[in-house]
Structure formats: structure tokens, C-alpha cells
């Protein structure tokens, strides 16, 4: 594959990325049923849902991770690539890369936790957590962002296009 062809893949994953972000937090990403209740969760809810009982730390740690997270990923590498080719900001560039390159990983513990949660939380009739489409949407947007950010080379910074 060609650097223009990485490129433009890297644009396609980016532009991916920011289509799949609303349906990913408008869109549940669980059903909850407690005693009967049967209660669709966004992961907006779902923040609020933790503030309501009392678990505000663990609300702000969600919504941290879930929403502004992978809304400033996409926001940094619309700017890289933005800049791509320029020789403007080069070092600050290079080193948001480094910290999305290290921290991209570890974008998929949401739903690693919903995974067991979904797994744990079968309790028959008193209870039950299923997850829903938009949990599909959140992990595209994870993905695209990880991938975007793996296929964009480092040394392209540095290289200035005429």
C-alpha cells in the first residue's frame, strides 16, 4: 500500500469515526430490566443513572472515557490531519500522536465491561442487562479511532509536502 493510499485510508477510518460518534451516544447501548422495568440506557443515561445513585466519581470516569475521550481523538486527528504536509506544530503533532497511540488501547475497556456486565448481570426474572445496537456503534468508534491513529505514520509529520 502506498503512503497516499494509507492516508487515504486514515481520512476514510477519521470520517467513519465521526459519522458512527452521535449514533454511538443517541443510540442504547444496554437494556436494563430490574423487577420488570425494563429501562433502554444510553451512555449518557447511564452516566446519569450513576450520578442519581450516588456514584458520581464512577459517572464522571464514564463519561470521561466514553464521550469526551473519543470526541478529542477524533478532534486531534482531524488537526493532524488538517495539518498534514505543513511545517506549523510539528512537535505538538508528534507528541498528541505519541499519548492517542498510548491511551488507544485502553478506549475498548467500555465495552469490555459491558461484556461482562451483560455476561454477569443475567439474574432471571429479578434482573437482566442485554446490550443493544448502539454498543455496536461505540466500538466503531473506538476502532476507527485506534486503527486512524496506528495507520498514521509518525515520520509523516516531520515530512513537509511541496
Not at 475521550?69 to 490531519?81: D, H, Y
Not at 498534514?84 to 475498548?108: C, D, F, Q, V
Amino acid at each position: 500500500m502506498t503512503s497516499g493510499q494509507q492516508l487515504g485510508l486514515v481520512k476514510a477510518l477519521l470520517l467513519t469515526a465521526i459519522i458512527f460518534y452521535i449514533p454511538s451516544n443517541v443510540v442504547p447501548v444496554m437494556t436494563m430490566t430490574l423487577n420488570g422495568n425494563v429501562s433502554p440506557l444510553t451512555v449518557m443515561g447511564g452516566v446519569r443513572e450513576m450520578i442519581q445513585s450516588g456514584l458520581w466519581p464512577v459517572g464522571l470516569i464514564v463519561f470521561l472515557a466514553s464521550i469526551v475521550l473519543p470526541f478529542l481523538k477524533i478532534i486531534i486527528m482531524c488537526a493532524i490531519l488538517w495539518l498534514h504536509g505543513t511545517p506549523l506544530y510539528r512537535e505538538e503533532r508528534s507528541r498528541l500522536h505519541r499519548i492517542m497511540k498510548k491511551i488507544g488501547n485502553w478506549a475498548m475497556i467500555d465495552i469490555f465491561l459491558l461484556s461482562i456486565i451483560a455476561a454477569v448481570g443475567q439474574l432471571g426474572i429479578l434482573a437482566s442487562i442485554h446490550a443493544e445496537p448502539g454498543a455496536l456503534f461505540f466500538s466503531g468508534v473506538l476502532l476507527c479511532n485506534i486503527f486512524s491513529c496506528e495507520l498514521y505514520l509518525s515520520k509523516w509529520i516531520w515530512k513537509e509536502i511541496k
